[in-house]
């Protein structure tokens, strides 16, 4: 079955450790998406890419960075930067073009630092 | 202001009543409205999509756009304690542009 698989499923963090979030899916998608989502605040855009080898900054990119080397992957770290990195993590995948409208989700990763 | 409008809830009603969520946004670009559903725990799901304005229906569900207004609605009849999650208005633009999201509106449907 195509999809997208998110590891892992709870990730602790110690204060200053940099934690890296993996995103993977099988659906042959051109565009791939990192969002976060806390309690009140809905979703929020960390970074998006639209090939490999390129991705552009969402809307709470700092004290996030993100890699596209293969069309399958998008993996998230989340670094000693980000202040304040306790959230739900969600991957998303979409083909391109104006029916983009089709968002395919992970199952997210709950980030917790201690 | 944000450009998508959503009341967080929670909004709690008794197995078979009528549901009714809603959106608002101010971007008169979207011409492409969805919903989505999430579980507790779990990454969104699509629901329904429309394309502009009118209805659409879906067995128990219908979507329903009115672009004049810029508000969206999705109705949910005889509604199921499985109905229970969080339900997130979206849309976009046309062409190349990204989805923006509501804030999502918490339902509990009790037996």
């Known amino acids: 079955d195509g999809g997208i698989t998110q590891s892992p499923k709870y990730l602790f963090r110690k204060e200053g450790q940099n934690v890296t979030l993996s995103c993977e899916q099988n659906l042959n998608h051109d565009a791939m998406y990192w969002y976060r989502q806390d309690p009140g605040q809905g979703l929020r855009l960390i970074y998006y890419s639209q090939i490999v080898n390129d991705f552009q900054k969402g809307d709470i990119a700092e004290g996030y960075s993100v890699s596209r080397e293969k069309k399958e992957s998008f993996p998230l770290t989340v670094t000693s930067a980000q202040k304040n990195p306790t959230a739900f993590y969600l991957c998303?995948?979409?083909?391109?073009?104006?029916?983009?409208?089709?968002?395919?989700f992970g199952s997210g990763t709950r980030l917790t630092v201690v | 202001q944000k450009e998508v409008e959503q009341d967080p809830g929670p909004l709690s009603v008794p197995e078979g009543a009528i549901v009714s969520l809603n959106c608002t946004y101010s971007?008169?670009?979207?011409?492409?409205f969805m919903w989505y559903r999430q579980y507790s725990r779990k990454g969104p799901e699509l629901l329904m999509y429309?394309?502009?304005?009118g209805n659409k229906e879906d067995g128990r569900f219908t979507a329903q756009v009115d672009k004049s207004s810029k508000y969206i609605s999705l109705f949910i009849r005889d509604s199921q304690p499985s109905d229970s999650a969080t339900y997130l208005c979206?849309?976009?633009?046309?062409?190349?542009?990204?989805?923006?999201f509501g804030t999502g509106t918490k339902l509990q449907v009790i037996p």
């Open positions: 979206a849309m976009k633009a046309g062409g190349y542009q990204k989805v923006t």
């Open positions: 971007n008169s670009a979207f011409q492409y």
């Open positions: 429309t394309y502009s304005s």
């Open positions: 998303a995948s979409s083909i391109m073009g104006p029916r983009n409208y089709g968002y395919t």
